[in-house]
């Protein structure tokens, strides 16, 4: 079975790059090393290389592979890099990007949902990454305690860029977000320039789940 799930994993990020979501070698790398099959729930396990989303429980989602390749490619991650991930689920996403900041970054990965949250930190110790930190918590105010960040990635729908993580971003540090309704949204990526200026992309449609909490809907 551990074979036919790395032939699966395999086939999908070959196809993920004749598609074009994948474009560098260090995302390449990062998921072709994560086991997606161990962050999901066991019913969907024989999915996990579907590139399509799957139900984690709790009305939430992983998403599908060619989403996580575009949002850690266009971040634009760093080796050695502090990373705040917003809606963690399970830990998949987190992990990519833990594989692609190397020993020496962090990721602190936060998750709304408290069984989901426990789900995720199991995950990841039981995978070895080591520089990630699962937080159960309200992920549209950020987390303040380990501020300030390089990138931040977004994996819930908001009406708007919430204001406490623009102030936890580095200058210069980038975050990408889906904006707009709890039904559909447009990726934004927005870099911090000086004075607290934000220079944002529109990188497309996509649909996310709604953004919890204080800054959310």
Do not use: W
Request: glycine share 10%.
């Amino acid at each position: 079975m551990k074979k036919d799930f790395g032939k699966k994993r395999d086939n999908l990020i070959d196809n993920l790059i004749r598609k074009g979501y994948i474009e560098s070698k260090s995302v390449e790398k990062a998921m072709r090393k994560v086991p997606r099959h161990k962050f999901v729930p066991k019913k969907v396990k024989s999915r996990a290389y579907v590139d399509s989303p799957q139900p984690i429980g709790e009305g939430q989602t992983i998403s599908a592979p060619h989403m996580v390749a575009m949002m850690v490619e266009k971040l634009d991650i760093e080796e050695g890099q502090k990373v705040l991930e917003i809606g963690g689920g399970m830990g998949y996403h987190a992990a990519v990007i833990a594989e692609m900041i190397g020993e020496k970054g962090k990721v602190y990965s936060i998750e709304y949902v408290s069984n989901l949250a426990e789900s995720a930190q199991k995950r990841i110790k039981d995978t070895g990454y080591h520089n990630v930190q699962i937080i159960q918590g309200d992920g549209s105010s950020g987390y303040e305690k380990r501020a300030p960040y390089h990138r931040i990635s977004v994996a819930c729908g908001a009406p708007s860029i919430p204001s406490p993580l623009i102030d936890q971003l580095v200058l210069e540090g980038k975050i990408l977000i889906p904006i707009g309704s709890k039904f559909f949204q447009k990726l934004i990526k927005a870099t911090k320039r000086k004075e607290n200026k934000i220079e944002k992309e529109n990188l497309g449609g996509v649909r996310f789940v709604p953004l919890k909490g204080k800054h959310g809907f």
